[in-house]
C-alpha cells in the first residue's frame, strides 16, 4: 500500500495576510498562493513546497467560544517539527507569543504557543 501524505489543513483566522506573516517569519515559510476564497473570503496558503497551511477568512469571523478539546471536530492544535527549536522559539517570542509547556519527549523537546487567534501551535524536535 501506498502511505499517504498530509498535504494542507485549513483554517479560520482574523487576517489572512497577518497570519501568513508571522508564519513565514517564525518557521521560514513562504506564500504558495493567495486571492479570493470561498464567496466573499480570503485564503493565503503559506508552507513548504510540499504542505502548507491554509489560511481563511470572510473578514467577520467571530472568536472560537468552546475548548477545542472538549469538542468533537475541534482543532486541538497544529504541530510543526523542525531541527532548530531553539531558533524557532527566539522567533516566536520575536513575535509576541508566550512559549509554554515545554517538555521532553522521547526522542527531543517541544512547546507551544497560542497566536492571537487563539490556535494551539506545537513546535516539536529531535534534539535534545
Do not use: C
Not at 46 to 51: I, L
Not at 85 to 109: C, L, M, Q, W
Request: proline fraction near 5%.
Amino acid at each position: 500500500m501506498t502511505v499517504a501524505q498530509l498535504e494542507h489543513t485549513n483554517v479560520t483566522v482574523s487576517d489572512p495576510k497577518t497570519t501568513a506573516a508571522w508564519l513565514q517569519a517564525v518557521f521560514g515559510w513562504h506564500v504558495r498562493w493567495e486571492g479570493p476564497g470561498m464567496q466573499t473570503g480570503y485564503t493565503v496558503h503559506v508552507g513548504t513546497d510540499d504542505s502548507y497551511v491554509a489560511l481563511f477568512s470572510y473578514g467577520d469571523a467571530q472568536p472560537k467560544q468552546e475548548d477545542n478539546y472538549r469538542t468533537i471536530g475541534g482543532l486541538n492544535h497544529i504541530a510543526i517539527f523542525t531541527d532548530d527549536i531553539d531558533g524557532v522559539e527566539k522567533r516566536v517570542k520575536k513575535e509576541g507569543f508566550t512559549p509554554i509547556n515545554h517538555a521532553a519527549y522521547s526522542p527531543g523537546r517541544r512547546f507551544y504557543f497560542h497566536d492571537r487567534d487563539g490556535i494551539e501551535w506545537e513546535v516539536a524536535s529531535h534534539q535534545p
